[in-house]
């Protein structure tokens, strides 16, 4: 789908959708515990689906109806599973420890880019557990249970790495420690992992580099929970002014930081971090193609590895749209020059289109995006809030 935006300034106020990162959580947990639960989520998105499909094909019992899930718990896993991963990192990292705890034998899949993404670091953590694999890429089978006890893996690839495993350690019989062999990046990943673990009875004991499980941990519903809004993806609409609300300043959310980012930006000459907070890069940089100076965005190189290179395909659509923009191996230097607006590609990357889309609503002419489809991966009512914030966006 191609969709036209024709310059007009975004203003109004929207409610936050709900965070898939804690939906995700939520949704696993709520599996894996002792009786049904109810979650508070208004929307939903394909990555979304794609860990409630994988948690029934366990044997959950999953409905979505009137803005909540209703999620029945797993009484009987089977011998063996089949997951298909659509293009979701998140629900292949979080189910593999947790299909592999359960499951004699399973079968992963995945579409898109995800084969491409990295998970070999996982597969040894959870070889060293107990389990083989027939290749260390998707599609692969995975053979044995995963027993749990000490697991050792590097922190600074992903960060879903160590939520998989933290989900899964309840359910193996050992318990065991998620130890880290470097620093770890993108923390506030594993906090949002810690708090819906606790919500449903489980409190990992935390130390310096290190977690653990005990072997009597087990997960006990609260019957109800609510997901936390979302300020990854509120991001995009913040960058230009709109008020977003149903966000928790106090979220264990890293993106909560965005405000103070376009502070920065805003004032010109910034350097921004994005360590802990790799996916506000594109809608921090549509908002830097209209600050005064130059900003440089670093420790970000992780972003290379996501539905697309990011580092690169936001250069490629500040490119498009008239912008300056440089890369650098883990970051990129973007001008303030403005925008004129162009035609610009997705790149199948839900996060390039939103940008895309809000940097030409400021553009000082009509932008053309391919592949607009794409924000269905994360937000799929983004088109309607766009409109409704005064956005002008057609089917073209």
């Not at 293009?87 to 579409?111: I, K, N, Q």
């Not at 489980?202 to 499980?213: F, G, K, Q």
């Not at 960058?239 to 928790?248: F, K, Q, Y």
Request: proline content about 5%; overall charge neutral.
């Amino acid at each position: 789908m191609n969709v036209k935006v024709t310059p007009h300034p975004l203003s109004g106020t929207i409610p936050a959708i709900p965070s898939k990162s804690d939906v995700h959580r939520l949704l696993i947990c709520a599996a894996l515990s002792d009786r049904g639960t109810e979650i508070s989520c208004p929307a939903v998105s394909e990555d979304i689906n794609a860990t409630a499909r994988a948690l029934s094909a366990l044997g959950a019992g999953i409905e979505y109806k009137g803005g909540s899930f209703f999620v029945e718990p797993v009484s009987a896993p089977p011998r063996s599973a089949s997951i298909e991963c659509s293009e979701s990192g998140s629900t292949l990292r979080f189910m593999l420890p947790v299909v592999t705890a359960l499951c004699e034998r399973a079968e992963f899949s995945g579409r898109g880019r995800l084969p491409e993404r990295p998970i070999k670091e996982l597969i040894s953590a959870l070889e060293s557990g107990g389990v083989s694999f027939s290749s260390d890429r998707l599609p692969f089978k995975t053979e044995g249970l995963f027993l749990g006890g000490l697991v050792s893996i590097p922190g600074n690839v992903s960060s879903q790495y160590i939520t998989g495993l933290l989900l899964a350690l309840p359910l193996t019989r050992l318990g065991g420690e998620v130890r880290l062999t470097t620093s770890l990046e993108s923390a506030s990943y594993v906090d949002i992992t810690l708090r819906a673990m606790s919500l449903f009875g489980v409190t990992p004991l935390a130390e310096e580099s290190r977690w653990s499980v005990g072997a009597e941990a087990r997960y006990v519903s609260p019957q109800k929970a609510e997901a936390d809004g979302d300020w990854s993806n509120a991001a995009f609409f913040l960058s230009a002014g709109v008020e977003v609300t149903g966000l928790d300043p106090k979220s264990p959310q890293g993106d909560r930081v965005i405000l103070n980012q376009l502070r920065d930006i805003r004032r010109g000459g910034a350097t921004v971090s994005l360590a802990d907070t790799p996916d506000s890069l594109p809608a921090l940089a549509a908002a830097a193609a209209y600050s005064c100076g130059k900003t440089v965005f670093t420790d970000a190189y992780r972003l290379r590895l996501k539905e697309s290179d990011r580092i690169k395909s936001v250069r490629k659509m500040l490119e498009a749209l008239g912008g300056r923009a440089e890369e650098t191996a883990d970051g990129l230097t973007v001008c303030g020059t403005g925008l004129r607006g162009g035609t610009v590609s997705s790149s199948g990357d839900h996060r390039i289109a939103m940008a895309a889309a809000v940097a030409a609503a400021y553009a000082s002419g009509e932008t053309v995006i391919c592949g607009a489809e794409a924000v269905n991966k994360s937000y799929p009512g983004f088109w309607d809030d766009f409109r409704k914030l005064g956005g002008i966006a057609n089917v073209v």
